[in-house]
């Protein structure tokens, strides 16, 4: 099993700046992509950012230019950096790791974006 605790959510103005961190602990060895996800209220949760354990990264479209997703393997932790944030921003944000073929989620960080 796998743990994964989120940090970092807070509430913020509009224009500024988050980190989220996701450390993961217990059974780590082969973790391969760690991904954040985000659910907003009354809606879906959604993938905002992917990294694979070679550094490889995925942003959707929505994340591309203000997002910056990064990882540290010495550590098992995972990173989101945030720019620029906009009211629609606010969300759950959630860190999701696989590993040998299972998914492992994390109970999230609030992020509050405040207009």
């Known amino acids: 099993q796998v743990q994964l605790v989120e940090s970092g959510g807070g509430l913020v103005q509009a224009g500024g700046s988050l980190r989220l961190s996701c450390a993961a602990s217990?059974?780590?060895?082969?973790?391969?992509?760690m991904g954040w996800y985000r659910q907003a209220p009354g809606k879906e949760r959604e993938l905002v950012a992917a990294?694979?354990?070679?550094?490889?990264?995925y942003y959707t479209d929505s994340a591309k230019g203000r997002f910056t997703i990064s990882r540290d393997n010495s550590i098992n932790t995972v990173y989101l950096q945030i720019n620029s944030l906009k009211p629609e921003d606010t969300a759950v944000y959630y860190c999701?790791?696989?590993?040998?073929?299972?998914?492992?989620w994390g109970k999230g960080t609030l992020v509050t974006v405040s207009s």
């Open positions: 999701n790791v696989g590993l040998r073929g299972m998914d492992f």
């Open positions: 217990g059974d780590t060895i082969g973790i391969s992509a």
């Open positions: 990294i694979t354990s070679d550094g490889s990264t």
